[in-house]
Protein backbone atom coordinates (compact mmCIF):
# COMPACT_ATOMS: atom_id res chain seq x y z
CA UNK A 1 0.00 0.00 0.00
CA UNK A 2 1.36 3.39 -1.23
CA UNK A 3 0.96 5.60 2.01
CA UNK A 4 2.84 8.53 1.34
CA UNK A 5 1.55 11.61 2.90
CA UNK A 6 2.12 14.08 -0.04
CA UNK A 7 1.60 18.33 -0.73
CA UNK A 8 0.15 19.21 -3.99
CA UNK A 9 1.99 22.06 -5.43
CA UNK A 10 5.05 24.03 -3.74
CA UNK A 11 5.86 23.59 -0.42
CA UNK A 12 5.33 26.60 1.81
CA UNK A 13 5.10 27.02 5.55
CA UNK A 14 1.11 25.87 6.93
CA UNK A 15 -0.51 28.18 9.15
CA UNK A 16 1.98 29.31 11.45
CA UNK A 17 -0.19 29.92 14.20
CA UNK A 18 -0.72 26.00 14.72
CA UNK A 19 -2.30 23.20 13.56
CA UNK A 20 -5.50 23.45 10.86
CA UNK A 21 -8.98 23.73 12.85
CA UNK A 22 -10.69 21.71 10.28
CA UNK A 23 -9.59 18.50 8.30
CA UNK A 24 -11.69 18.10 5.57
CA UNK A 25 -11.53 14.19 4.16
CA UNK A 26 -12.47 13.06 0.96
CA UNK A 27 -11.96 9.69 -0.38
CA UNK A 28 -11.46 9.37 -4.09
CA UNK A 29 -11.77 6.35 -6.00
CA UNK A 30 -12.35 7.22 -10.28
CA UNK A 31 -14.12 10.67 -9.88
CA UNK A 32 -11.14 12.89 -11.79
CA UNK A 33 -14.85 14.16 -13.67
CA UNK A 34 -15.82 15.71 -10.34
CA UNK A 35 -12.89 15.93 -7.51
CA UNK A 36 -11.65 19.19 -8.53
CA UNK A 37 -14.94 21.15 -8.32
CA UNK A 38 -15.59 19.21 -4.46
CA UNK A 39 -12.60 20.31 -3.35
CA UNK A 40 -12.69 23.61 -4.40
CA UNK A 41 -16.28 23.91 -2.71
CA UNK A 42 -14.20 23.19 0.56
CA UNK A 43 -11.06 25.85 -0.48
CA UNK A 44 -13.25 28.48 -1.26
CA UNK A 45 -15.03 28.39 2.59
CA UNK A 46 -14.75 31.09 4.85
CA UNK A 47 -13.71 28.99 7.77
CA UNK A 48 -10.17 29.28 9.55
CA UNK A 49 -7.47 27.72 8.87
CA UNK A 50 -8.31 24.06 7.11
CA UNK A 51 -6.51 20.79 5.55
CA UNK A 52 -7.82 19.14 2.61
CA UNK A 53 -6.89 14.88 3.04
CA UNK A 54 -7.98 13.32 -0.01
CA UNK A 55 -7.29 9.91 0.26
CA UNK A 56 -7.26 7.80 -3.35
CA UNK A 57 -8.26 4.43 -3.02
CA UNK A 58 -6.87 2.96 -5.96
CA UNK A 59 -8.67 4.85 -8.71
CA UNK A 60 -7.80 3.64 -12.38
CA UNK A 61 -8.79 6.99 -13.65
CA UNK A 62 -6.95 10.52 -14.35
CA UNK A 63 -8.21 11.21 -10.12
CA UNK A 64 -4.42 11.31 -9.19
CA UNK A 65 -3.70 13.24 -11.46
CA UNK A 66 -6.17 15.98 -11.69
CA UNK A 67 -5.46 16.55 -7.72
CA UNK A 68 -1.84 17.08 -8.14
CA UNK A 69 -2.58 19.70 -10.39
CA UNK A 70 -4.34 21.87 -7.90
CA UNK A 71 -1.89 24.90 -6.44
CA UNK A 72 -2.70 24.83 -3.12
CA UNK A 73 -0.83 23.91 -0.08
CA UNK A 74 -3.79 22.95 2.38
CA UNK A 75 -4.42 19.96 0.03
CA UNK A 76 -2.81 16.49 0.93
CA UNK A 77 -3.14 13.64 -1.30
CA UNK A 78 -2.45 10.20 0.40
CA UNK A 79 -2.67 7.02 -1.61
CA UNK A 80 -3.64 3.66 -1.07
CA UNK A 81 -4.21 0.58 -3.13
CA UNK A 82 -8.06 -0.23 -3.79
CA UNK A 83 -9.94 -1.38 -0.58
CA UNK A 84 -12.83 0.29 -0.51
CA UNK A 85 -14.33 3.82 1.14
CA UNK A 86 -14.90 2.54 4.54
CA UNK A 87 -10.51 2.06 4.45
CA UNK A 88 -10.02 5.13 2.48
CA UNK A 89 -12.38 7.04 5.04
CA UNK A 90 -10.28 5.56 8.22
CA UNK A 91 -7.32 6.31 6.38
CA UNK A 92 -7.91 9.82 5.79
CA UNK A 93 -9.70 10.69 9.44
CA UNK A 94 -6.50 9.06 11.12
CA UNK A 95 -4.40 11.26 9.21
CA UNK A 96 -6.30 14.37 9.85
CA UNK A 97 -4.77 16.69 12.09
CA UNK A 98 -7.66 19.23 12.94
CA UNK A 99 -9.39 19.17 15.65
CA UNK A 100 -12.76 19.14 13.88
CA UNK A 101 -13.23 16.57 11.23
CA UNK A 102 -15.50 17.28 7.91
CA UNK A 103 -16.18 14.20 5.18
CA UNK A 104 -17.00 15.46 2.13
CA UNK A 105 -17.76 13.03 -0.92
CA UNK A 106 -15.99 13.51 -4.15
CA UNK A 107 -18.88 14.44 -6.17
CA UNK A 108 -20.49 16.75 -3.29
CA UNK A 109 -20.41 20.04 -2.61
CA UNK A 110 -20.01 21.85 0.11
CA UNK A 111 -21.64 25.76 0.57
CA UNK A 112 -18.73 28.67 1.17
CA UNK A 113 -20.40 28.75 5.22
CA UNK A 114 -20.71 25.08 5.99
CA UNK A 115 -17.91 24.85 7.63
CA UNK A 116 -17.68 28.04 9.90
CA UNK A 117 -21.40 27.88 11.07
CA UNK A 118 -20.52 24.11 11.81
CA UNK A 119 -17.21 25.15 13.59
CA UNK A 120 -19.11 27.74 15.24
CA UNK A 121 -22.07 25.79 16.39
CA UNK A 122 -19.63 22.81 17.95
CA UNK A 123 -17.32 25.38 19.74
CA UNK A 124 -20.81 26.58 21.29
CA UNK A 125 -21.73 23.54 22.25
CA UNK A 126 -19.00 21.66 23.69
CA UNK A 127 -21.29 18.34 24.72
CA UNK A 128 -22.22 18.19 21.00
CA UNK A 129 -19.91 16.11 19.18
CA UNK A 130 -21.52 16.01 15.57
CA UNK A 131 -23.22 18.08 14.06
CA UNK A 132 -24.66 17.68 10.45
CA UNK A 133 -27.08 20.25 8.27
CA UNK A 134 -29.50 20.29 5.70
CA UNK A 135 -28.85 19.51 2.52
CA UNK A 136 -30.17 19.99 -0.99
CA UNK A 137 -30.35 16.43 -2.84
CA UNK A 138 -30.00 16.60 -7.33
CA UNK A 139 -30.78 13.65 -8.93
CA UNK A 140 -29.53 12.67 -12.29
CA UNK A 141 -32.81 13.49 -14.16
CA UNK A 142 -32.73 16.98 -13.16
CA UNK A 143 -34.95 16.34 -10.00
CA UNK A 144 -34.06 17.74 -6.61
CA UNK A 145 -35.13 17.79 -3.14
CA UNK A 146 -34.12 18.93 0.09
CA UNK A 147 -33.31 16.71 3.50
CA UNK A 148 -34.77 18.52 6.11
CA UNK A 149 -33.88 16.81 9.73
CA UNK A 150 -34.87 17.66 12.93
CA UNK A 151 -32.06 19.88 14.76
CA UNK A 152 -32.20 18.79 18.22
CA UNK A 153 -30.48 15.66 19.87
CA UNK A 154 -33.55 14.00 21.52
CA UNK A 155 -35.58 13.59 17.58
CA UNK A 156 -32.21 12.92 16.39
CA UNK A 157 -31.93 9.78 18.63
CA UNK A 158 -35.54 8.88 18.20
CA UNK A 159 -34.25 8.67 13.96
CA UNK A 160 -31.31 6.70 14.80
CA UNK A 161 -33.61 4.17 15.55
CA UNK A 162 -35.39 3.99 12.22
CA UNK A 163 -32.49 5.48 9.98
CA UNK A 164 -29.37 7.61 9.05
CA UNK A 165 -30.70 11.36 9.51
CA UNK A 166 -27.50 12.84 8.03
CA UNK A 167 -26.43 13.35 4.21
CA UNK A 168 -22.51 11.61 4.97
CA UNK A 169 -21.19 14.75 3.14
CA UNK A 170 -23.24 17.07 5.73
CA UNK A 171 -21.56 16.01 8.69
CA UNK A 172 -18.82 17.44 11.24
CA UNK A 173 -17.20 15.67 13.74
CA UNK A 174 -14.87 16.02 16.60
CA UNK A 175 -12.06 13.61 16.14
CA UNK A 176 -12.40 12.86 19.66
CA UNK A 177 -15.60 12.01 19.68
CA UNK A 178 -14.37 9.93 15.80
CA UNK A 179 -11.57 8.27 18.09
CA UNK A 180 -13.42 7.36 21.19
CA UNK A 181 -16.57 5.45 18.27
CA UNK A 182 -13.46 3.53 17.11
CA UNK A 183 -13.82 4.50 13.42
CA UNK A 184 -15.90 3.77 10.68
CA UNK A 185 -17.06 0.45 11.44
CA UNK A 186 -16.46 -2.38 8.53
CA UNK A 187 -19.54 -3.59 6.34
CA UNK A 188 -22.04 -1.64 4.92
CA UNK A 189 -23.76 1.64 6.54
CA UNK A 190 -20.73 2.14 7.97
CA UNK A 191 -21.16 6.25 8.18
CA UNK A 192 -24.96 4.88 10.15
CA UNK A 193 -23.42 2.85 12.45
CA UNK A 194 -20.29 5.24 13.01
CA UNK A 195 -22.83 8.45 13.63
CA UNK A 196 -24.90 5.59 16.46
CA UNK A 197 -21.57 5.24 18.23
CA UNK A 198 -20.40 8.54 18.75
CA UNK A 199 -23.88 10.05 19.81
CA UNK A 200 -23.61 6.70 22.59
CA UNK A 201 -21.34 9.34 24.39
CA UNK A 202 -21.66 12.83 23.10
CA UNK A 203 -25.44 14.58 22.03
CA UNK A 204 -25.78 15.15 18.06
CA UNK A 205 -26.91 18.17 16.66
CA UNK A 206 -28.23 19.50 13.02
CA UNK A 207 -27.78 23.39 11.78
CA UNK A 208 -31.10 23.65 9.93
CA UNK A 209 -29.81 25.19 6.85
CA UNK A 210 -28.84 23.70 4.15
CA UNK A 211 -25.44 23.97 3.59
CA UNK A 212 -24.37 21.39 0.91
CA UNK A 213 -25.60 19.89 -2.14
CA UNK A 214 -25.35 16.06 -2.38
CA UNK A 215 -25.56 14.02 -6.01
CA UNK A 216 -27.99 11.35 -6.18
CA UNK A 217 -26.37 8.91 -8.12
CA UNK A 218 -27.96 5.60 -9.78
CA UNK A 219 -24.79 4.01 -9.81
CA UNK A 220 -24.19 4.44 -5.87
CA UNK A 221 -23.85 1.29 -3.64
CA UNK A 222 -26.77 2.04 -2.32
CA UNK A 223 -28.92 2.33 -4.83
CA UNK A 224 -27.43 -0.60 -6.77
CA UNK A 225 -27.19 -3.00 -3.49
CA UNK A 226 -29.50 -5.91 -3.90
CA UNK A 227 -33.13 -4.67 -2.00
CA UNK A 228 -32.69 -7.57 0.63
CA UNK A 229 -29.19 -6.96 1.43
CA UNK A 230 -29.80 -3.16 1.75
CA UNK A 231 -32.27 -4.06 4.21
CA UNK A 232 -30.33 -6.46 6.29
CA UNK A 233 -27.63 -3.69 6.21
CA UNK A 234 -30.59 -1.36 7.80
CA UNK A 235 -31.44 -3.83 10.27
CA UNK A 236 -28.06 -4.23 11.89
CA UNK A 237 -27.66 -0.55 11.91
CA UNK A 238 -31.04 -0.30 13.65
CA UNK A 239 -30.10 -3.27 15.69
CA UNK A 240 -26.81 -1.17 16.63
CA UNK A 241 -28.90 1.52 17.82
CA UNK A 242 -31.32 -0.56 19.76
CA UNK A 243 -28.40 -1.59 21.78
CA UNK A 244 -26.66 1.46 22.24
CA UNK A 245 -29.03 4.15 22.46
CA UNK A 246 -32.57 2.29 23.49
CA UNK A 247 -34.76 2.40 25.00
CA UNK A 248 -35.61 -0.82 23.66
CA UNK A 249 -39.79 0.04 23.36
CA UNK A 250 -38.74 3.13 21.17
CA UNK A 251 -37.07 0.60 18.98
CA UNK A 252 -39.11 -2.20 18.94
CA UNK A 253 -41.23 -0.90 16.03
CA UNK A 254 -38.39 -0.09 14.04
CA UNK A 255 -36.93 -3.29 14.34
CA UNK A 256 -40.27 -5.01 13.95
CA UNK A 257 -40.91 -3.15 10.82
CA UNK A 258 -37.84 -3.31 8.96
CA UNK A 259 -37.56 -7.03 10.17
CA UNK A 260 -40.85 -7.77 8.26
CA UNK A 261 -40.09 -5.81 4.90
CA UNK A 262 -36.43 -8.04 4.90
CA UNK A 263 -38.28 -11.00 4.98
CA UNK A 264 -40.91 -10.01 2.66
CA UNK A 265 -37.70 -8.87 0.32
CA UNK A 266 -36.01 -12.60 0.95
CA UNK A 267 -39.39 -14.48 -0.11
CA UNK A 268 -39.82 -11.97 -3.50
CA UNK A 269 -42.99 -10.38 -2.24
CA UNK A 270 -43.12 -6.95 -2.21
CA UNK A 271 -45.29 -3.51 -2.15
CA UNK A 272 -45.99 -2.01 -5.75
CA UNK A 273 -48.20 0.09 -7.51
CA UNK A 274 -50.61 2.45 -5.45
CA UNK A 275 -49.89 1.05 -1.88
CA UNK A 276 -46.11 0.86 -2.94
CA UNK A 277 -45.99 4.61 -3.87
CA UNK A 278 -48.09 5.47 -0.82
CA UNK A 279 -45.44 4.01 1.46
CA UNK A 280 -42.50 5.14 -0.22
CA UNK A 281 -44.07 8.93 0.36
CA UNK A 282 -45.47 8.87 3.52
CA UNK A 283 -41.44 7.18 4.60
CA UNK A 284 -39.97 10.16 2.48
CA UNK A 285 -41.86 12.51 4.33
CA UNK A 286 -41.42 11.11 7.94
CA UNK A 287 -37.56 11.26 6.99
CA UNK A 288 -37.30 15.24 6.23
CA UNK A 289 -37.57 14.58 2.63
CA UNK A 290 -39.94 17.00 0.20
CA UNK A 291 -39.67 18.81 -3.27
CA UNK A 292 -38.96 22.70 -3.29
CA UNK A 293 -36.08 24.47 -0.95
CA UNK A 294 -37.23 26.10 2.55
CA UNK A 295 -37.89 29.70 3.02
CA UNK A 296 -35.14 31.88 2.88
CA UNK A 297 -32.63 29.47 1.33
CA UNK A 298 -31.16 29.04 -1.96
CA UNK A 299 -29.49 26.23 -3.71
Known sequence: MVNDRRVVGPTRPRNPGGEPLVSV?????????????????????????LEVVIVDDG??????????????????????????????????????RGEFIAPLDADDLAHQRRLAMQVAYLLEHPMVGLVGTWALLCHEGGGKQVFTPPAADA????????????IHSSVMF?????????????????????????????????????????????????????????????????????????????AAPALMVTGVVYLAAVLGAGLDGA?????????????????GMPRNQSP
Not at 27 to 38: G, I, K, L, Q
Open 25 to 49: VVPVFNAASTVVEAIESILSQTCGP
Open 59 to 96: SQDESVQVVRQIKDTRVVLLRQQHRGVVSARNLGCAAA
Open 275 to 291: VGQFVRRIGGRWRGISN
Open 174 to 250: RREAFRQAGGYPPGTNEDYRLWVRIARRWQIAVVPEVLVTHRVRSTSLSRTMPRAAALRARLVGQWEAARLLGPWWQ
Open 155 to 166: ALRRYLLWDNPF
